[in-house]
């Protein structure tokens, strides 16, 4: 039921990270769900989690080998998230590094993991130890989409995309990445699991910096349901296989951090597509607000509106809930007067009122559609914000009824 979204089909290698794929049964026999990215000696990674008070064990563990530097391993699972389950999810992750660096060779701590599934289930221990012993012996066969497909969990399709760029010196450096997330999606920091690498060199300050801003312009700006995971994380690895990039040579690293992001959005959107039961793709646009933080924060109050979400998935151009949602939005001091919203390029509030040339048809005929953008100028400044949204429909409640059946 996905917007728009196919799967990718050429997502580059990237030197220095392979990724090994196999299946170990954690929700159902014969679907892979686990894989491991190698990373070169050498490698930095940096990574944005959750701030969700129970983020889960393999958060926590995954934070503390980011932070402590040298990571190697990136050990992912999917169909159950080791969240909910007190200390024995952190018993359980550590004796999974654990095994991780018996079979490579590496330090434990130098092996950051992460889960996603059902909540509140504790890992299958036996099944997720033998799989892992076997992970060295399929390297070969591990691809950036097949890692992708295993760590889905209600998504219908992959999730990844490349980029190149050509340094002033006329060398090329390759950033390629994968996410999943369907449901549960709201940022808090990310949304849901993301890993991309490159080959570049960069230094850890400049990596830690490069990977905020692109999750500000991406996965920070993306909801389905407003509801926050405990296991979400955004990991992004620079193997320094090819061109040393940093903050020292101003052109090539604009053009670096630049493709991150759009490789970032490419699969933040990618996941707002494939949103749970979704049939609308629809972008909310906030523009003359007084600062930055104003627009996001008006933006989401219309995202996580049930009754504009509604009203999108039935194509219905009720604009008298996007009015009473941004009537409610956290301004102070809103001049309903100076307030305008569009549904593209159709005028439907101006100055506060029913526009005199909007007419019922033409709202509809652009709520019909797949995809479009709902406008809103609060008239306050000359800040803006865009953040990417789907509608509710019947399909959702199905899901998320039947998610543990």
């Known amino acids: 039921m ?4 196919t799967e990718p089909h050429d997502l580059l290698p990237v030197s220095g990270a392979q990724w090994a794929v196999v299946d170990a049964a954690i929700k159902a026999a014969g679907r892979p769900d686990l894989v491991l990215l190698q990373l070169d000696a050498g490698s930095v990674v940096s990574a944005v989690f959750t701030r969700n008070a129970f983020a889960a064990a393999p958060v926590r563990a995954a934070r503390e080998a980011v932070e402590r530097g040298s990571v190697r391993m990136l050990l992912v699972n999917s169909g159950n998230a080791n969240a909910g389950v007190g200390s024995q999810g952190e018993i359980d992750v550590g004796e999974c590094c654990r095994r991780v660096a018996e079979v490579y060779g590496v330090a434990s701590q130098q092996v950051a993991p992460f889960s996603t599934g059902v909540i509140g289930q504790r890992l299958p221990m036996e099944r997720l130890l033998s799989a892992i012993d076997r992970l060295a012996e399929t390297e070969a066969a591990g691809s950036w989409l097949d890692a992708a497909r295993a760590i889905m969990t209600t998504d219908t399709a992959a999730k990844g995309a490349s980029r190149q760029i050509t340094t002033a010196e006329g060398q ?16 808090d920091m990310a949304t ?7 080959d570049a060199g960069v230094s850890q300050a400049d990596l830690d910096a490069a990977i905020r801003e692109a999750n500000d312009q991406s996965f920070s700006c993306i909801s389905v349901d407003g509801d926050t995971s405990t296991n979400d994380a955004f990991c992004l690895a620079a193997t320094a296989r090819g061109p040393r990039l940093g903050t020292d040579e101003e052109d090539d690293w604009r053009l670096f951090v630049e493709a991150l992001t759009s490789l970032a959005q490419e699969l933040a959107q990618a996941i707002v597509r494939d949103g749970e039961g979704a049939t609308r793709f629809i972008t909310l646009q906030i523009n003359g607000a007084s600062s930055v933080a104003e627009a996001r924060a008006m933006a989401f109050t219309i995202a996580h509106s049930p009754l504009v979400k509604t009203a999108c998935f039935a194509g219905d151009p009720n604009w008298g809930r996007i009015l009473a949602a941004v009537g409610r939005g956290p301004v102070e001091d809103l001049s309903v007067d100076n307030v305008s919203i569009h549904l593209d390029d159709v005028a439907v509030v101006t100055g506060g009122s029913l526009d005199p040339d909007y007419r019922e048809a033409n709202g509809a005929a652009v709520m019909a559609r797949s995809e479009y953008t709902i406008k809103v100028n609060l008239g306050r400044g000359e800040e803006s914000a865009t953040v990417w949204t789907s509608d509710l429909s019947y399909e959702y409640v199905r899901i998320n009824a039947d998610y543990r059946s």
């Open 172 to 187: 090329t450096v390759t950033l390629t990445g994968i996410a999943k997330g369907s449901g549960m999606i709201r940022p």
């Open 192 to 198: 849901m699991l993301a890993f991309a690498a490159t």
């Open 2 to 5: 996905a917007v728009n979204l």
